[in-house]
């Protein structure tokens, strides 16, 4: 039993990818928590297909820029968006939070993610995306964060 568990764990520290200590910065612990808490929800809302959920955490004037596709922006954009990716079987998401900052009503969130699509419709390929990312956001006068863009792209190949 030892040995199988040494084994795994030697597996684990040797392949998976490295995880960057979280840097936080700026605001108030409630804000931070909160920014937190939007991030995770955001990832499980992408893989449960939540599109309320994911529409939810939007900017009005938001934007998603993803590498080597068309800027994405307003509801019925955004919405059509998350409704061609969000909820496929054989989707998993891992997020490297690497940093938040704070500054007044203005946010970032900063790191590195994996994304796995396995094929889910015929003629469809699955994919694998090792990347980052950087969303901005801004607290409205509710006191609600909300994302105001989305950028990622593809890490550099090694």
Known sequence: MFKT???TFFT?????PALQAL???GGTEQDRAKLQEISKAWS???ISGNIDGLMGVMHEDAMILSQKQETVSGGEALRAYFEAR???PGVTFTDDMQEI???GNWAYVRGGFVLEVAPWEEGKPGFKRNGRYFVLYEKNDSGE???LRDIDNDMPKE
């Open 101 to 103: 900052r704070i500054n």
């Open 86 to 88: 969000a909820g496929k």
């Open 5 to 7: 568990l040494l084994c």
């Open 145 to 147: 964060w909300k994302m």
């Open 44 to 46: 499980d809302d992408y």
């Open 12 to 16: 684990m520290v040797t392949f998976a």
């Open 23 to 25: 840097e936080i910065s």
